[in-house]
């Protein structure tokens, strides 16, 4: 009985491991490409990467397509770089749609 409950505790970490690790690879990824995939992707999808004005809360790339990411007064900005999308569209942040 003592090691059949070993054995499932030794199960239980084992998985458990691999779902941290898992979940640490995930934000990693995210993390180192984040701005230069955004960056490719703004270039893929038509738009030209330039840098604007935006809120000082707003980070590289902001979602164009929403009201309020570079509509903040002069006092309150700082420059990002910004996809500038080709007439008719915005960049929701993974394109120019």
């Known amino acids: ?3 059949l409950i070993i054995l499932l505790i030794l199960m239980a970490i084992v998985v458990t491991s691999g779902c941290i690790k898992q979940t640490i690879n995930i934000e990693n990824k995210e993390t180192t490409t984040s ?6 992707a703004c270039i893929n999808s038509g738009g030209t990467v330039k840098t604007s004005q935006c809120c000082k ?4 790339f ?3 397509c929403l009201i309020g990411a ?9 420059e990002v770089k910004v996809c500038d999308c080709p007439e ?4 929701n ?4 749609t």
């Open 1 to 3: 009985m003592k090691r």
């Open 35 to 40: 701005t230069l995939g955004k960056e490719q």
């Open 57 to 60: 809360s707003a980070s590289d």
């Open 62 to 64: 902001p979602n164009t």
């Open 70 to 78: 570079c509509g903040c007064g002069p006092g309150n900005t700082d």
């Open 88 to 91: 008719g569209k915005c960049f």
């Open 93 to 96: 942040g993974n394109a120019c």
